[in-house]
């Protein structure tokens, strides 16, 4: 079964780019969503395997998402990534607090991307 893999942008471009990226990578099941808010409408129709979002979105932004994520029973242990143009090191400690298991800043590698999603996914996957 491909993973499903929720990606969270609100840049259709940069939308476009990542699911390019993790295309190359595996025959994943992709879903995207424009803003936290669309993310949080989608979650409860489908499992995910894992879950890349933005910071800087309209509405719901990236963590108030992934703090929703983290504390909801049903999606906490669903692997999350930080995709972002913020590049502090207190938004990245914000970010990491909350949950999220890696944070990348923009522009990204997309070995770094790639790399992030195999190692989540099979550290998620049953044994």
Do not use: W
Not at 23 to 51: H, M, N, V, Y
Not at 86 to 92: P, Y
Request: aromatic share 4%; charged share 25%; with cysteine.
């Amino acid at each position: 079964m491909n993973p499903c893999i929720l990606i969270v942008e609100d840049s259709s471009t940069m939308r476009a780019l990542i699911a390019s990226t993790l295309e190359d990578l595996c025959d994943c099941d992709i879903t995207e969503a424009a803003s936290g808010f669309e993310a949080l409408k989608i979650l409860p129709a489908r499992q995910f395997d894992l879950i890349i979002t933005d910071i800087n979105m309209p509405d719901i932004n990236g963590l108030e998402l992934v703090n929703f994520v983290k504390k909801h029973p049903t999606y906490s242990k669903t692997p999350l990534i930080i995709v972002t143009t913020e590049k502090s090191a207190e938004d990245r400690k914000k970010g990491m607090a909350l949950g999220a298991d890696t944070y990348i800043t923009k522009p990204f590698d997309a070995e770094d991307l790639q790399s992030a999603v195999k190692t989540l996914l099979k550290e998620a996957s049953p044994s």
